[in-house]
């Protein structure tokens, strides 16, 4: 619950990135048990480090049997 809204649910870890195959931390909103409604289910989001607390990655749409497609980047910024 972020803001006193529900979010989806995610599973992060680090894994070969489904653009380059080099380590990334992956966060897959597809596992069953989080219940989450498609489309969510077929985002993957991939962060690197770039930086002093900034990470960019790219924002994946995962489909059954073809070949994930890139939808937009995004970057976080860590702050004090």
Same mark, same amino acid.
Request: proline share 9%.
């Given at each position: 619950v972020i803001f006193g809204?529900?979010?989806?649910?995610?599973?992060?870890e680090v894994t070969a990135s489904l653009l380059d195959g080099e380590p990334a931390l992956v966060l897959s909103h597809a596992e069953p048990a989080y219940h989450? =409604?498609? =489309?969510v289910r077929a985002i993957? @989001? @991939? !962060?690197?480090?770039?930086?002093?607390g900034i990470a960019?990655?790219?924002l994946l749409l995962r489909g059954v049997g073809v070949t994930p497609r890139?939808?937009?980047w995004f970057g !976080? %910024?860590?702050? %004090?």
């Open positions: 809204r529900q979010v989806f649910r995610f599973h992060a989450n =409604p498609w =489309p993957v @989001e @991939e !962060l690197r480090a770039v930086g002093a960019i990655g790219p890139l939808l937009c !976080l %910024e860590a702050r %004090e």
